[in-house]
């Protein structure tokens, strides 16, 4: 028998115009977590989904427990207990938790839900992953949600269990609880493969890590005696600096004045109430908050994709609380926004109708109602070349078929080269590894130095302590305080945050 119960030996995988792997070997033992470590588009996913079945390597050999395999499909991976957590879930939003479990695995002329159910919640049980197998995805969060994509795997009998960024979308607290989840995963003797670019998680929970870079292995370390300093650089390539080095802020005038504003959320409450904030020209001011307070319906509420119940939106003196969201762009607002997908690209488009969809029919992209394409082309390459944005077919490559970090920096890049008078900035860095988060920062600061307001929305409280002049804390809709980072701390924002004012009820003065 082998020491390993995955091996993937010299695998490569190529698309149209790059090598995504070129000779890789991965070997992965029982009862361990193993974690891949990679910068954005350096070919973990596709790796993944080698294994999964959802690719077909071009050459290698894989082997499970010692035997040689062909996966051909997800079904064969199923077959031979290997389960996958994808990046973005897949699941059906109006099914029940039990629903979705079953689904291609229904078995038999009739359908027993009843008895699934009782099955799932004892696996989940038995795993701490606290699930309703009655619930409807489109109601619990998207921690459970990932919890069910684990109960799904487990209902399989999945003993080889892959994540791919599985924290990309969760809150600090979500992040610590799959943490556990993964280690009492391992203990019952499941192998785990952790597809990451976050170091800290897999200083946390690996123990080995294996290093990709642009398509190829770099190497494999011990975890515990190799420093986060050295995994960066083996990702990178070069060494990193994971605190951004800016002179103090020198705010000018009122950019952004938000007043008394009340906004109502999805449940027809009040997710915003009475907030007020001003955020000044030369200045990054930081919302902290526990995902799920207000920081969605503010932010919508900023740039028009949700109105206002009452209160006023202030830019450049100019009132925008009624204005449409074109209105909005034009008078001088840019926005990086959460859901990237979702808001923030047209999948089915050209990175090059992209770059330009706020802008398109303005000089120098049109020119007497045509599209000049080949200015188009030169601006998009400026930014696919500024803002390291990798792709197959560059510009002409659909933004659906980029990783997601690069979608990521496409966004970045787009907006931060318009030069928008406020750049609201809504987890910027999200999915991103420590190379680009690096640049990013710097863009950040860049643009607050460049005399522009930049506010930042982020529920990682070091990017927020990091980039922030100021930052402004949030609980239940509702502003707690305003503090200097300068003068403050993580565990004093921290107790903010939870709701629990400074003294005898904190300030709420803008500057």
Do not use: W
């Not at 460049?450 to 990682?460: D, I, T």
């Amino acid at each position: 028998m082998s020491d390993y119960v995955i091996e993937m030996l010299g695998i490569r995988k190529e698309f149209p115009g790059i090598v995504a792997n070129d000779d890789i070997t991965l070997q992965v033992k029982e009862g361990e977590i193993h974690a891949i470590l990679g910068e954005n588009g350096a070919g973990k996913s596709t790796l993944m989904s080698i294994l999964f079945g959802l690719y077909h390597a071009d050459r290698g050999v894989i082997r499970v427990r010692g035997r040689e395999v062909r996966i051909n499909s997800p079904n064969d991976a199923n077959d031979l207990g290997i389960g996958m957590v994808h990046q973005h879930f897949q699941l059906v939003h109006n099914y029940t938790v039990t629903e979705n479990i079953i689904l291609g695995k229904e078995g038999g002329f009739v359908l027993d839900t009843r008895q699934a159910g009782k099955k799932i919640k004892a696996l989940s049980e038995k795993y701490g992953l606290n699930i309703d197998p009655d619930s409807v995805i489109e109601n619990i969060t998207v921690g459970m949600q990932q919890r069910v994509e684990i109960l799904k795997m487990l209902y399989r009998d999945a003993n080889i269990l892959i994540f791919d960024e599985p924290t990309a979308v969760l809150t600090p607290q979500e992040i610590d609880e799959l943490m556990e989840i993964m280690r009492s995963l391992a203990k019952e003797g499941k192998s785990i493969i952790l597809i990451t670019h976050k170091l800290a998680e897999i200083k946390a929970v690996a123990e080995r890590c294996t290093v990709i870079r642009r398509g190829k292995l770099i190497g494999v370390v011990d975890v515990a005696s190799t420093s986060v300093d050295e995994m960066a650089a083996m990702m990178v390539g070069r060494q990193v600096n994971f605190k951004v080095e800016k002179t103090p802020a020198r705010p000018g005038s009122c950019v952004l004045s938000i007043q008394d504003l009340c906004v109502m959320n999805n449940k027809k409450v009040l997710g915003v109430k009475n907030f007020s904030l001003d955020v000044y020209a030369g200045e990054i001011v930081g919302i902290a908050g526990v995902d799920g307070n207000g920081q969605s319906e503010l932010i919508e509420a900023i740039t028009g994709l949700r109105p206002a119940e009452s209160g006023k939106v202030m830019l450049l003196g100019q009132d925008i609380t009624r204005a449409s969201i074109r209105e909005r762009n034009e008078a001088g607002i840019g926005h990086i926004p959460e859901d990237r997908q979702k808001r923030g690209l047209v999948l089915s488009e050209t990175l090059c109708d992209n770059f330009i969809i706020k802008d398109f029919d303005k000089a120098p992209f049109s020119r007497y109602g045509f599209l000049n394409r080949k200015e188009i082309r030169s601006y998009s390459s400026k930014i696919v070349e500024q803002y390291d944005v990798r792709s197959g077919e560059g510009v002409d490559s659909l933004a659906g078929k980029l990783s997601g970090g690069n979608q990521q920096k496409a966004i970045i890049g787009r907006e931060v080269t318009a030069d928008p008078e406020l750049l609201i900035a809504v987890q910027p860095t999200r999915g991103l590894d420590v190379g680009a988060i690096e640049f990013i920062h710097r863009a950040l600061v860049r643009h607050r130095d460049n005399g522009k307001a930049v506010l930042l929305v982020s529920f990682e409280l070091d990017e927020i302590f990091n980039l922030s002049d100021r930052i402004a804390v949030i609980n239940a809709g509702q502003l707690i305080d305003i503090v200097n980072t300068s003068e403050t701390d993580e565990y004093a924002v921290g107790l903010m945050m939870a709701g629990i004012k400074k003294g005898e009820g904190g300030g709420h003065e803008s500057k």
